[in-house]
């Protein structure tokens, strides 16, 4: 071994003389034949123990899912990295550029590429996959017919399988000016109420974003186009949220929270959705409105009558809340940056996740004042809080941090429930998508992965890698529901990455669907929880 290090310290000057002499000595240094009868040992295992949890194995954090391409039990050694396939040690050379052929960054990225590749590759020779270990459709079926399932069970069973089946197709996007598709990056997309459409935020080129909307109206089995309707509206500054807003009808309007930039202040515009259409010249577009803020990294619009036209807004160490109609403004000052905020629909709460990871409740009805009076609820994570999803009964909170961790809270025992592993973040914003009726849960990660569970018992039920190799300015949007297009819609999965449109849609080779929209919402949660 000490021959080892001498060949692999050798300067520079002398290496090319003596590549030749040395080349013996680098060929015999290899792990001895104990370690080399367990890394074989080790590959059977990861091969023919669980394949399905090697594909879905939600609990590795970011450096064990790195290290599904070559993982090898062989020492680790200061400033050298083993190549399994060349069975020898490599020296890693200092910095982070681009000239350095062998960083552990490139390392990583050339792991995690070989990962996606190969999930690609399973993928398209669209090999069977299970869910959970002796789950099938057949199973299913037999199950149902002899009265031992629920129908919300077996419609939950089914979206279970249905997932693991979904296929990935390009969706063409045609627009009545053919320049505007294509042309720009997405980087975010948001559905309305009924998903008939989607608001896009793309980049553009020379930098600032741009708006438009997308029609899922032409999206079908047999049909992948859709339409898409863009406005002259351009911003040179950064879009921190998005929310759909009801101010005259049901998302009659799209609520954007703008950053500011050098002198000009930050706002937050409500813009009439009919902006984006194509209705005649004459028509009135509705009501446009703008009101000046600092930044705001977070946004929401109430539904509840007591607060109708009411909106929020998350700002540094600040919560506001004002009548879209009025003008009116209510402020709570909070310790920390409020990132992310839901509105219930039963009473005038707001919901807020902070950078410092306290989750809290403000009741909009009482006065604005400091401190922590008015928190009716308080939770807590140990990272920040980039996400909160209220779900349906409102007995129940569900949230995401910047740790990768997602966890949902019982509000009335003020204790966490369950906790989905997997997800992986440290440093982004990234939205957390509920569907209670399909009893799913689906959140994009830094890695560029998207990850479906089970909301029943936070079983992760597929990982899906992005068409494109991993980067920070390629993080998929998506968009999952059982009736995209609207209520005749088709169930399935929307990602947008790049310039691309993809749709995930179920398999018809499967048992037939039950129809899922005129059962009740799954029975997700009992009243006894364990606590995680």
Not at 180 to 187: D, L, R, S
Request: hydrophobic letters at 30%; one cysteine or more.
């Amino acid at each position: 071994m000490g021959s080892a290090f001498a060949v692999t310290g050798m300067k520079r000057n002398n290496w090319r003389s003596k590549e030749k002499e040395t080349s013996n000595h680098r060929q015999t240094y290899h792990p001895n034949h104990h370690r080399r009868r367990n890394h074989c040992s080790f590959t059977e295992r990861y091969e023919q123990g669980e394949p399905w949890n090697s594909l879905n194995a939600g609990t590795s954090n970011s450096r064990s899912s790195s290290n599904i391409c070559h993982s090898s039990p062989v020492p680790e050694l200061p400033g050298f990295y083993y190549d399994p396939e060349k069975n020898r040690y490599f020296r890693l050379l200092p910095g982070h550029n681009n000239y350095n052929p062998l960083t552990k960054e490139s390392l990583q990225n050339k792991e995690m590429e070989c990962k996606r590749l190969k999930l690609l590759e399973e993928e398209e020779k669209q090999k069977k996959k299970t869910s959970r270990a002796g789950l099938n459709s057949s199973l299913v079926l037999h199950k149902r017919q002899l009265g031992l399932l629920s129908s919300t069970n077996y419609c939950r069973l089914v979206h279970e399988l249905k997932v693991n089946c979904m296929k990935r197709r390009k969706v063409e996007i045609q627009s009545p000016d053919s320049s505007v598709t294509g042309t720009n990056n997405f980087k975010l997309i948001v559905a309305d109420t009924a998903c008939e459409r989607i608001f896009t935020v793309n980049d553009v080129e020379h930098g600032g974003c741009k708006y438009g909307i997308i029609n899922l109206s032409g999206l079908g089995k047999d049909s992948l186009t859709v339409e898409m309707y863009d406005n002259l509206y351009f911003t040179n500054r950064k879009v921190n949220s998005v929310c759909w807003a009801s101010l005259t009808h049901q998302d009659s309007h799209v609520l954007l929270c703008l950053m500011g930039i050098a002198e000009t202040p930050g706002c937050a515009s409500l813009l009439p959705a009919s902006l984006f259409s194509n209705s005649n010249p004459g028509d009135q577009p509705g009501m446009l409105c703008s009101f000046k803020i600092s930044t705001a990294w977070s946004c929401a619009w109430c539904l509840n009558p007591q607060a109708d036209n009411c909106f929020s807004t998350g700002l540094i160490r600040r919560v506001l809340v004002t009548n879209a109609m009025t003008g009116h403004r209510q402020t709570f000052g909070t310790s920390s940056d409020v990132l992310a905020q839901q509105f219930a629909t039963q009473t005038p709460v707001l919901y807020n996740g902070c950078r410092s990871g306290e989750v809290f409740s403000i009741d909009i009805r009482q006065r604005s004042r400091r401190g922590h009076s008015w928190k009716a609820v308080r939770l807590f994570h140990d990272s920040a809080v980039t996400s909160v999803h209220l779900l349906q009964a409102e007995y129940y909170l569900m949230a995401a941090d910047m740790a990768g961790k997602i966890k949902l809270w019982d509000l009335r025992a003020m204790k966490c429930v369950k906790q989905y592993e997997g997800h992986h973040n440290e440093y982004a914003t990234l939205p957390l998508h509920v569907n209670e009726e399909e009893g799913l849960v689906t959140a994009v990660g830094q890695d560029c992965y998207t990850r479906i569970w089970s909301l029943q018992d936070a079983h992760l039920l597929r990982t899906i890698p992005s068409p494109y190799p991993s980067s920070r300015d390629s993080i998929p949007s998506v968009v999952f529901s059982s009736r995209l297009g609207g209520s005749r819609g088709v169930p399935g999965l929307l990602m947008a990455v790049k310039q691309d449109l993809y749709h995930f849609s179920y398999n018809s080779d499967n048992p037939c669907c039950p129809q899922t929209r005129d059962m009740d919402p799954p029975a997700l949660l009992g009243d006894s929880g364990e606590s995680c």
